[in-house]
């Protein structure tokens, strides 16, 4: 069965530090993984996604994540963290052929302190 | 394009009251998703639609039915409400469900008492 772990609830960062969340993923194949950013009282919005190729894949508002095949994570990153990227983080992952449904992790909190 | 928009904003119910979350994208999308989040629990599929004409559970489907209209409309019902389907509800919709990133709707906060 597919499944996704963020294993940090909250991740506190201070403003222009780099941040880090962490995912990481159990699968079958080669996965298709997501990361989504959703703001207070507002639904989910897409920040990147691996599908294939290059390992390192940029997204919206200076986000990029490192898909890791062997230690199966794709950690979201970000060289200096903004005040304004304080939301709550969501990696998902869905298994490469067969069923449409996507797998959501149970969210990380990003706390850029000012 | 106003993409993916869900009504109501808020509800409350009586435990046993039906009723019925409506949900349209105008981005022309082949597939739709009902998910309902939970704190702690991050986003749980209920059910989904992989084109026009089809549907089929998620990871939480019972108590819940669903009618994708058309192409543009994709509604979830609840047939007799409990306090356990308390959530806050999203509808998301993509190209199709291969590769391609997922939209969402605003919300429906809803309360069963």
Not at chain 1, 61 to 68: I, P, Q, T, V
Not at chain 1, 86 to 108: D, E, N
Not at chain 2, 36 to 42: A, T
Not at chain 2, 60 to 86: D, H, I
Request: with cysteine; glycine share 8%.
């Amino acid at each position: 069965a597919q499944s996704v772990a963020q294993p940090e609830d909250q991740v506190n960062v201070a403003e222009g530090n780099p941040l880090t969340v962490k995912c990481t993923y159990s699968v079958s194949g080669n996965p298709y993984l997501f990361w989504y950013v959703q703001y207070p009282n507002r639904g989910l919005q897409f920040l990147l996604k691996y599908i294939t190729g290059d390992n390192l894949v940029k997204g919206s508002y200076g986000f990029e994540a490192e898909f890791n095949k062997s230690q199966t994570s794709f950690h979201l990153k970000k060289p200096s963290a903004l005040v304004s990227d304080s939301a709550l983080y969501f990696c998902a992952v869905r298994a490469p052929s067969g069923t449409y449904k996507y797998i959501f992790g149970t969210g990380t909190r990003l706390k850029v302190l000012a | 394009n106003a993409g993916v928009t869900q009504t109501p904003k808020f509800q409350v119910l009586k435990t046993g009251q039906s009723m019925t979350l409506q949900c349209a994208q105008d981005m022309n999308h082949n597939s739709m998703y009902w998910y309902r989040q939970d704190p702690g629990m991050g986003l749980r599929l209920i059910y989904y639609s992989a084109s026009e004409g089809t549907t089929d559970k998620g990871e939480v489907p019972n108590g819940y039915n669903v009618s994708r209209l058309n192409k543009r409309e994709f509604s979830l019902r609840l047939e007799s409400a409990a306090p356990s389907q308390t959530s806050v509800y999203f509808c998301a919709s993509s190209v199709s469900g291969g590769r391609d990133e997922q939209f969402f709707g605003p919300g429906t906060r809803l309360t069963v008492l």
